[in-house]
């Protein structure tokens, strides 16, 4: 993909996230009144490859010049960048033996969770993700400025996520006695949403330091690695979510 100046970046971003916004209704539409788990497991593929394609810039994979100097800046970026995606792609494994226990414990039967809430924590965490995107673009064009604005509202965003799932969530389940020592249902649900919670907090703590680095201006448009690995990282946190939300919140009949 051919380098894009600073206004056509943010305009993609811009356009990516209405398309998670409108298949995010339409997600929430589908569960409520048809119910089908095919097209639910459909709209999460295409919201998947939005993010890992447009967010997490996964074609950069290939953009390493294998003649390059192994002592190089373009070199060890590339080194890099394969050894983030080798280490998002092992703990992939993590959430994919949590979504597979799901399944096999529940079926087509999910917790008594309420789906607006979910919803709601959903649109914080894709707002974002947006904010992130628009955050990473403005260090690769060296707006330090609003660089430090959406990497700041992103923090804040990811915080409020927090608050919603174990402040207000996780009472919510437990009132409607969700919990793990009653039933297998709360306790998937408790290590998916505290397993994902643990990496969202993981990933705040990222975006503290590399915010704090970039208002003492330790990177620039050139050098920044360490931005472009922050970013990817809180996309996939939000990758994760896009299929752990279908499945505790829409997917399946009520539990009695």
Do not use: C
């Not at 409520?32 to 993010?51: E, H, P, W």
């Not at 707002?127 to 700041?152: C, P, Q, W, Y």
């Not at 969700?178 to 919670?197: D, Q, R």
Request: no cysteine.
């Amino acid at each position: 993909m051919a380098h894009m100046n600073k206004s056509e970046a943010l305009r993609q971003g811009v356009l990516i996230f209405v398309f998670l916004a409108v298949l995010t209704a339409l997600e929430f539409f589908v569960a409520s009144a048809i119910g089908s788990v095919t097209l639910l497991a459909a709209i999460a593929l295409v919201k998947f490859g939005l993010v890992a394609y447009y967010y997490m810039h996964i074609y950069k994979l290939n953009l390493n010049d294998q003649d390059a100097d192994r002592r190089s800046d373009a070199y060890k970026l590339a080194t890099n960048r394969l050894g983030l995606w080798l280490f998002l792609l092992s703990d992939t494994f993590v959430f994919g033996g949590l979504a597979v226990s799901r399944f096999n414990l529940l079926g087509l039967t999910r917790p008594p969770l309420n789906p607006t809430l979910g919803l709601i924590v959903t649109s914080v965490l894709l707002l974002s993700s947006f904010f992130m995107n628009r955050a990473e673009v403005s260090m690769e064009h060296g707006d330090r400025k609003n660089f430090i604005l959406f990497t700041s509202l992103t923090l804040a965003l990811g915080l409020a996520f927090v608050v919603g799932v174990l402040g207000v969530e996780w009472p919510s389940a437990i009132a409607e006695g969700v919990t793990p020592s009653v039933s297998a249902a709360g306790a998937i649900f408790f290590m998916m949403t505290g397993m994902h919670a643990f990496h969202v907090v993981t990933g705040l703590v990222f975006l503290l330091i590399i915010l704090r680095n970039g208002a003492r201006g330790l990177y620039s448009s050139e050098k920044h690695w360490a931005v472009e690995a922050a970013t990817v990282y809180w996309h996939f946190i939000d990758v994760v979510w896009i299929f752990f939300y279908p499945a505790l919140y829409l997917i399946g009949k009520l539990i009695k």
